[in-house]
């Protein structure tokens, strides 16, 4: 079988800002892939494509993680017809959507202005495509901006287009610089025709530069093949990568290699599915844990790996990854990785642990740079995860814990960095809801990453430092509230906040309420099931949290944000499956004994709320988070503890299973699988 066959990469992609049933892109790279490349249906810079639109502005490069968190380095490539246009309001071409192939490798677009068609097949750091017009006419190759500054030159005697761009929303040193190269064949430009536009005004030319700018490439044929390379050190290394990721090779080898690298990855788990909609929607799941993180290091002439830091705008040496939220990802990405990953894993796990050495903190939401968006720091419990599971070597582990103990201690000037409330924390044993919001999630995550520290410190043979973290890994019970059974935050003096309610969101909790918020205790279920007066009293709770109409207050946000309504409209109580604090609510049953109360519900909510459409989450999919929750779930297992190198037990719901090459059956087990299993 070919798995790429059954991947939708547009799974989750029929999303608008106010309500999102994944905020997906049909994203075309390979895995892990530097640059990634999408269709561009609409001039929103953000909210770019959407898969029922019937307008096409272009190919995008780009490096988007979120539309939350917003692209970087991004170009549109367009093929256009005369009269050339600047803006996605006027370049636009019709599409009939139906024509459009958007595989993992490959995609392909037909425009009716132009009469043309617009492939392409990606590279590690670039792409091969072809633009092939119907007719012999005035036919351009036109590449645009999006948002910031843009240089683009074309270099007769390179046959070459030489763009740059400092198009970025933050968390970058002032000379960021993204770098690309379009490579044409000998003979397949007319130099003398190539335009420049600015705005309204077009003029012959072959360099501009500006924010608002195009640059429109005429072509001699009606067929013809562009390479096209990426770097964040220079141009001189986009051409290294460009060279010996594409060098002579035809479009159709590249579109080749693209596949059966996909295949490769995709075949890492086989399944027998009850269904064609599982099937489709397990592989289509699958291809989505593999986009994020990206690689954003570069092979120089040495062969050497180097990458260019985003904090002080240096060149270092060794892999470098971004693009990833940990506040999400810990949670299913990386123990999938620790999994099917494994080489791959221990890169990511060094480059973390490389961004203290270079600047001073370990991360929390990377996009090229830091943008800390979310709270606390959990990439502590990814750090942890593969320190267990011996991924990470004594090396490593000691610059991990020394960058861990700082953030643990210290505030940071620039929030971005570090746990926010650390100091407060550390001297009250709870973060205060008068000195930072979302104060409840602060402490909880808090207490989880101090019992990360505690397993870390315990691997090196720090035992004074084990003993004082697991004694702060408990400080979750400072803020339970007996009376109604729920983490509520306090001030500075020890007072609840008087004005509480159950379905308030926001203020004291990060994006949700008391009910999504009240269970983040992965570390130590069984000391949270002692507060509610034993595991029994714990499991009525969650059988309350399904039971309890999906209602809503805001109670900070000004305006109700898109997580409430899709709560709401999921309908399985207040478990928020739509978001990644609820994820573990369903297991908390069989992390405390009873397997086939968390069967019943993941199974419900696999069926009700997944699929391969288009509209196929229930809410933001967040970097393969919420796709591996689906693949863990239909195996029928799940990773409740990251740190803990085990997993507790679900219900398989597939016929059977092939890990890593190795049939895999869930249900031969009681309630906790040992990681040794895999």
Same mark, same amino acid.
């Given at each position: 079988?070919?798995?790429?066959?059954?991947? /939708?990469?547009? =799974?989750?992609?029929?999303?608008?800002?106010?309500?999102? /049933?994944?905020?997906?892109?049909?994203?075309?790279?390979?895995?892990?892939?530097?640059?990634?490349?999408?269709?561009?249906?609409?001039?929103?810079?953000?909210?770019?494509?959407?898969?029922?639109?019937?307008?096409?502005?272009?190919?995008?490069?780009?490096?988007?993680?979120?539309?939350?968190?917003?692209?970087?380095?991004?170009?549109?490539?367009?093929? =256009?017809?005369?009269?050339? %246009?600047?803006?996605?309001?006027?370049?636009?071409?019709?599409?009939?959507?139906?024509?459009?192939?958007?595989?993992?490798?490959?995609?392909?677009?037909?425009?009716?202005?132009?009469?043309?068609?617009?492939?392409?097949?990606?590279?590690?750091?670039?792409?091969?495509?072809?633009?092939?017009?119907?007719? /012999?006419?005035?036919?351009?190759?036109?590449?645009?901006? *999006?948002?910031?500054?843009?240089?683009?030159?074309?270099?007769?005697?390179?046959?070459?287009?030489?763009?740059?761009?400092?198009?970025?929303?933050?968390?970058?040193?002032?000379?960021?610089?993204?770098?690309?190269?379009?490579?044409?064949?000998?003979?397949? !430009?007319?130099?003398?025709? !190539?335009?420049?536009?600015?705005?309204?005004?077009?003029?012959?030319?072959?360099?501009?530069?500006?924010?608002?700018?195009?640059?429109?490439?005429?072509?001699?044929?009606?067929?013809?093949? !562009?390479?096209?390379?990426?770097?964040?050190?220079?141009?001189?290394?986009?051409?290294?990568?460009?060279?010996?990721?594409?060098?002579?090779?035809?479009? *159709?080898?590249?579109?080749?290699?693209?596949?059966?690298?996909?295949?490769?990855?995709?075949?890492?788990?086989?399944?027998?599915?009850?269904?064609?909609? =599982?099937?489709?929607?397990?592989?289509?799941?699958?291809?989505?844990?593999?986009?994020?993180?990206?690689?954003?290091?570069?092979?120089?002439?040495?062969?050497?790996?180097?990458?260019?830091?985003?904090?002080?705008?240096?060149?270092?040496?060794?892999?470098?990854?971004?693009?990833?939220?940990?506040?999400?990802?810990?949670?299913? *990405?990386?123990?999938?990785?620790?999994?099917?990953?494994?080489?791959?894993?221990?890169?990511?796990?060094?480059?973390?642990?490389?961004?203290?050495?270079?600047?001073?903190?370990?991360?929390?939401?990377?996009?090229?740079?830091?943008?800390?968006?979310?709270?606390?720091?959990?990439?502590?419990?990814?750090?942890?995860?593969?320190?267990?599971?011996?991924?990470?070597?004594?090396?490593?582990?000691?610059?991990?814990?020394?960058?861990?103990?700082?953030?643990?201690?210290?505030?940071?000037?620039?929030?971005?960095?570090?746990?926010?409330?650390?100091?407060?924390?550390?001297?009250?044993?709870?973060?205060?809801?008068?000195?930072?919001?979302?104060?409840?999630?602060?402490?909880?995550?808090?207490?989880?990453?101090?019992?990360?520290?505690?397993?870390?410190?315990?691997?090196?043979?720090?035992?004074?430092?084990?003993?004082?973290?697991?004694?702060?890994?408990? /400080?979750?019970?400072?803020?339970?509230? !007996?009376?109604?059974?729920?983490?509520?935050?306090?001030?500075?003096?020890?007072?609840?906040?008087?004005?509480?309610?159950?379905?308030?969101?926001?203020?004291?909790?990060?994006?949700?309420?008391?009910?999504?918020?009240?269970?983040?205790?992965?570390?130590?279920?069984?000391?949270?099931?002692?507060?509610?007066?034993? %595991?029994?009293?714990?499991?009525?709770?969650?059988?309350?949290?399904?039971?309890?109409?999906?209602?809503?207050?805001?109670?900070?946000?000004?305006?109700?944000?898109?997580?409430?309504?899709?709560?709401?409209?999921?309908?399985?109580? =207040?478990?928020?499956?739509?978001?990644?604090?609820?994820?573990?609510?369903?297991?908390?049953?069989?992390?405390?004994?009873?397997?086939?109360?968390?069967?019943?519900?993941?199974?419900?909510?696999?069926?009700?709320?997944?699929?391969?459409?288009?509209?196929?989450?229930?809410?933001?999919?967040?970097?393969?988070?919420?796709?591996?929750?689906?693949?863990?779930?239909?195996?029928?297992?799940?990773?409740?503890?990251?740190?803990?190198?085990?997993?507790?037990?679900?219900?398989?719901? *597939?016929?059977?299973?092939?890990?890593?090459?190795?049939?895999?059956?869930?249900?031969?087990?009681?309630?906790?699988?040992?990681?040794?299993?895999?």
């Amino acid at each position: 079988m070919k798995y790429c066959d059954y991947v /939708n990469t547009k =799974q989750g992609s029929a999303s608008v800002h106010r309500f999102s /049933n994944g905020n997906t892109l049909p994203l075309v790279q390979l895995p892990f892939g530097m640059a990634a490349f999408c269709p561009q249906t609409s001039d929103n810079i953000r909210w770019y494509y959407h898969p029922d639109n019937r307008s096409f502005e272009g190919i995008r490069l780009t490096h988007q993680p979120s539309p939350w968190i917003a692209d970087y380095g991004a170009v549109v490539f367009m093929p =256009q017809s005369s009269p050339v %246009r600047l803006g996605g309001g006027a370049r636009w071409s019709g599409i009939r959507p139906a024509d459009a192939v958007l595989k993992p490798y490959y995609l392909k677009y037909r425009l009716l202005r132009s009469r043309s068609d617009f492939e392409l097949a990606p590279t590690v750091r670039g792409a091969k495509a072809v633009i092939r017009f119907d007719d /012999n006419g005035e036919n351009y190759f036109s590449v645009h901006t *999006v948002q910031g500054n843009y240089s683009f030159e074309y270099k007769k005697d390179k046959n070459s287009l030489y763009i740059t761009t400092d198009n970025c929303d933050g968390g970058v040193h002032k000379d960021f610089c993204e770098y690309v190269i379009v490579r044409f064949p000998e003979g397949a !430009v007319d130099v003398d025709s !190539v335009l420049i536009q600015n705005d309204d005004e077009t003029a012959n030319g072959l360099k501009i530069s500006g924010k608002n700018i195009a640059l429109h490439i005429r072509l001699n044929n009606k067929e013809t093949e !562009v390479a096209i390379s990426t770097s964040y050190i220079s141009f001189e290394q986009a051409e290294l990568s460009l060279d010996k990721e594409i060098g002579t090779k035809s479009f *159709v080898e590249i579109k080749n290699e693209a596949e059966k690298i996909w295949e490769k990855y995709l075949s890492r788990i086989e399944i027998e599915a009850k269904d064609e909609k =599982q099937l489709k929607t397990f592989y289509s799941c699958m291809y989505r844990a593999f986009l994020y993180p990206h690689r954003c290091s570069e092979i120089n002439a040495d062969g050497k790996e180097i990458h260019y830091c985003p904090q002080d705008g240096k060149i270092y040496d060794g892999a470098r990854f971004t693009d990833n939220g940990f506040w999400d990802t810990y949670r299913t *990405v990386y123990p999938f990785f620790s999994i099917v990953a494994k080489d791959e894993l221990k890169e990511m796990l060094e480059s973390f642990i490389r961004e203290y050495k270079e600047c001073g903190w370990l991360p929390r939401w990377l996009s090229i740079g830091e943008h800390g968006c979310m709270p606390s720091t959990l990439i502590d419990a990814v750090i942890c995860d593969g320190a267990v599971k011996g991924l990470v070597s004594k090396e490593y582990l000691e610059i991990a814990l020394e960058g861990m103990l700082k953030h643990s201690t210290t505030d940071s000037e620039d929030k971005r960095f570090g746990r926010n409330g650390a100091e407060a924390y550390c001297k009250l044993g709870y973060v205060p809801y008068d000195l930072e919001k979302e104060s409840v999630n602060l402490t909880e995550d808090a207490a989880y990453g101090d019992w990360c520290i505690a397993e870390i410190a315990k691997l090196l043979g720090k035992n004074e430092i084990e003993k004082e973290y697991r004694e702060r890994a408990n /400080n979750y019970k400072n803020l339970f509230d !007996v009376e109604t059974g729920f983490m509520r935050a306090k001030d500075s003096n020890g007072n609840f906040r008087p004005d509480f309610s159950p379905i308030g969101w926001g203020r004291d909790y990060t994006e949700g309420s008391a009910w999504q918020n009240s269970f983040a205790v992965p570390h130590d279920i069984e000391g949270l099931a002692e507060l509610y007066g034993g %595991r029994d009293k714990l499991m009525a709770k969650i059988d309350e949290l399904f039971a309890t109409t999906p209602d809503y207050i805001d109670n900070a946000y000004g305006c109700e944000i898109h997580e409430m309504t899709e709560m709401a409209a999921a309908d399985f109580g =207040q478990c928020a499956i739509s978001n990644q604090p609820s994820f573990h609510i369903p297991y908390i049953y069989s992390a405390l004994g009873n397997v086939e109360k968390s069967a019943y519900w993941v199974e419900k909510l696999c069926e009700g709320a997944f699929s391969y459409e288009d509209d196929g989450f229930p809410g933001d999919e967040d970097n393969g988070t919420m796709a591996i929750w689906y693949i863990f779930s239909v195996l029928g297992f799940y990773p409740f503890c990251p740190g803990k190198p085990e997993f507790v037990k679900g219900k398989k719901q *597939v016929k059977k299973s092939v890990i890593n090459g190795t049939e895999f059956d869930a249900d031969k087990f009681d309630n906790i699988i040992s990681y040794r299993e895999f």
